[in-house]
């Protein structure tokens, strides 16, 4: 079976395809055909976001693809800036009108803090409570099926466990071989949330490094199949970007197993701190 056919099953019943197809830097202009490209390979989960600027693109791929809505998985995210449950409402109209797909199948607060504040010490819990209110209030009324969070870490977490009414779905959070985030990854596991991985080829910058590209070719794969393979065997979905169909059908090729030791070997490849010109991107930003 095709990774592409795999799915796993979130805390509220719902599945989710283990292979998304990222769609940050997609302008909206082309998405349409990435969705349509991606969809007649077999992708059937789609991640775009408010702040990407092309939910309006990926809806009209989505609508055009020629599969029934049904059968897509399509993700968006509140904006990080978003703290009131009023912002947070309108902005939910707003993607649900832009994407106009009928329903989202996951919508998940971008990030705990906004972007300009993002490794402030200040976590907003209030304001996360108060957006997780207006997703919980859309859920409740059927317009988005799942809820969840990103780059969320355990305190943001249980600040919704503790306070809210619903428990996220997922935590799509920055994990690739070179930064693996053992401890909310962990966190999730004990929680029953799914972790979603984000620049499983972290952004680019680790199809560079010589020790990933050594094991790739003691497997006879590419790095990023063996990128996407390892957030795989985390456990974890993996939400690869391209717009390039071949790079789309070779990413799903991931029918494969990294031994435990190369898993380990993968899990402690040194720390990537520099993501060149992305490094300007606060999720890149190093906390050290
Ligand atoms: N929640 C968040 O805060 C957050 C943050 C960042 C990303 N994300 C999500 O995660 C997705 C992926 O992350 P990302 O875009 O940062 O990075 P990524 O998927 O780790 O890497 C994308 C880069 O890898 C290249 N690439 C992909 N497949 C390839 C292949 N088979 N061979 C060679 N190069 C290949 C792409 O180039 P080509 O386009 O030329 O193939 C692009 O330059 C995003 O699109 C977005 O949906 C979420």
Request: aromatic share 8%.
């Amino acid at each position: 079976m095709s990774i592409l056919d795999e799915t796993m099953v979130m805390n509220d019943g719902y599945e989710i395809p283990k292979l998304g197809l990222g769609t940050w830097m997609i302008d909206d202009e082309v998405v349409a055909q990435a969705v349509r490209d991606a969809v007649s390979i077999g992708y059937r989960h789609i991640d775009t976001a408010e702040g990407y600027g092309n939910e309006r693109g990926v809806g009209e791929g989505v609508r055009t693809c020629g599969v029934p809505r049904e059968e897509l998985f399509v993700t968006t995210k509140l904006q990080a800036d978003f703290k009131t449950y009023d912002e947070a409402k309108a902005a939910i109209g707003e993607s649900l009108d832009l994407l106009d797909i009928g329903w989202i199948d996951l919508m998940i607060i971008h990030s705990p803090q906004p972007w300009a504040h993002f490794h402030d010490e200040d976590r907003y819990f209030a304001g996360n409570l108060e957006a997780w209110r207006a997703l919980e209030e859309a859920h409740e009324a059927g317009l988005i099926r799942s809820i969840g969070v990103s780059n969320f870490e355990p305190a943001d977490l249980r600040n919704i466990l503790d306070h809210g009414t619903v428990r996220p779905v997922v935590d799509q959070v920055l994990a690739h071989v070179g930064n693996t985030p053992f401890e909310t990854i962990d966190f999730c596991r004990e929680h029953g949330i799914l972790v979603e991985a984000y620049s499983p080829m972290g952004h680019g910058e680790i199809l560079r490094n010589p020790a990933v590209i050594a094991m790739a070719e003691k497997y006879g794969v590419t790095v990023p199949q063996l990128c996407i393979r390892y957030t795989l065997q985390l456990g974890a979905v993996s939400l690869p970007k391209t717009a390039n169909p071949d790079h789309m059908r070779s990413n799903a090729e991931v029918d494969f197993v990294i031994s435990d030791a190369d898993m380990d070997a993968l899990k402690n490849v040194e720390r990537v701190t520099d993501y060149g010109d992305s490094s300007a991107f606060p999720v890149y930003w190093s906390k050290e």
